[in-house]
């Protein structure tokens, strides 16, 4: 037994089967140290691992906040999609990290196939990202970081989002200075520092600072870099 852990009942959407979720008592949260893309390293039990919902009955997938809002037209996609080729899993008891992947894995395919916001699916793929981050798979968090940059920008210019304005494209500027896309980088910390908002965050703001000095440094040492490839 984890007394770290407790079971939220839940009541599917779609099938309307009951089941239990496991959720961290916020009171076991044990915070290490925050990346600069916001991702959090927790010193014991780790509460992105418990993100996603999984329905065991019928395969329905979805972010703890996004799980209730499926609509009607979706739930009938999700009928004929999922339902019919899930084999009965559980997700219900302590999840390893590679039992979290795999739910955030099946969310982002649910997410994809039901069409939903860009915001959704870039969240979605920057945790999975943050969770082969944790073990330490370089190439396959870049890969899901890349999915999540794309969503983010198209976020950013065609929807309306949760995230602070200036938070996201902080979050789009960090992302590709990870992914070494230095000017880019560059320009986005620049909208997020013009954002009025982020005078109100003054972490943010700091960090932006920080970030945006470290990829103008990244920049030039990178050109030298490719100048020095050109030589050779
Ligand atoms: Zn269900």
């Not at 039992?99 to 939903?116: H, P, R, T, V």
Request: charged content about 30%.
């Amino acid at each position: 037994m984890n007394n770290e852990l407790y079971d939220k009942k839940i009541k599917c959407p779609v099938c309307n089967n009951n089941f239990n979720t496991k959720k961290v008592r916020s009171s076991a949260i044990r915070t290490l140290k925050r990346d600069s893309d916001l991702c959090i390293h927790y010193k014991t039990v780790n509460p992105y691992f418990y993100g996603v919902f999984v329905c065991p009955k019928c395969g329905y997938a979805a972010t703890e906040t996004k799980f209730t809002l499926i609509k009607k037209s979706e739930i009938s996609i999700i009928k004929e999609n999922i339902m019919p080729k899930w084999e009965y899993k559980d997700f219900g008891s302590e999840r390893s990290l590679d039992d979290s992947i795999k739910a955030y894995k099946l969310a982002l395919y649910e997410g994809n196939l039901l069409n939903w916001e860009k915001s959704y699916i870039g969240n979605v793929c920057l945790k999975i990202a943050w969770l082969y981050r944790y073990k330490n798979d370089k190439d396959m968090e870049d890969k899901f970081l890349k999915h999540a940059l794309e969503c983010f920008e198209y976020s950013f210019s065609k929807e309306s989002y949760e995230m602070e304005s200036y938070v996201l494209a902080y979050l789009i500027g960090e992302i590709n200075r990870r992914l070494h896309n230095y000017k880019e980088a560059i320009n986005w910390f620049g909208i997020a520092l013009k954002d009025p908002g982020i005078k109100r965050n003054r972490q943010i703001e700091n960090l932006t600072r920080d970030q945006w000095r470290l990829a103008s440094e990244e920049y030039k040492s990178n050109k030298g870099e490719n100048n020095s490839d050109i030589l050779l």
